[in-house]
């Protein structure tokens, strides 16, 4: 399984990015999806999560202005990020999890700044 990860950039403050996250190889094993990003100097954190059933779920920072997503006839899974703060700067990885092992992408940039 290979993740891809696109999408990031430079946005001002306020502005909106979508990150996408194409899932290829053997994707029938893949039950979830998540988001995680990392900022300069901090640990790894959760961004959002898609699981099988059931309600999405966000980290505080982000509810009300992130969204995820999954297009399983394309095998993307989409961060639709709105409303966008300086500390939101990161670097933003998708997750899929699988029966036996949790795969990563390669990291996407994402930088808020005026």
Sequence with gaps: VQLQASGGGLVQPGG?????CR???????????????????????????????????????????????????KNTVYLQMNSLKPEDTAVYYCQAVGYTRTYWGQGTLVTVSS
């Excluded at 039950?31 to 790894?44: D, F, I, L, N, S």
């Design 23 to 73: 899932i290829s190889g053997d994707t029938g094993g893949i039950v979830a999806t998540g988001w995680y990003r990392q900022a300069p100097g901090k640990e790894r954190e959760l961004v959002a999560f898609l699981p099988p059933h059931g309600r999405s779920n966000y980290a505080d920072s982000v509810k009300g202005r992130f969204t995820i997503s999954r297009d399983n006839a």
């Design 16 to 20: 909106s990015l979508r990150l996408s």
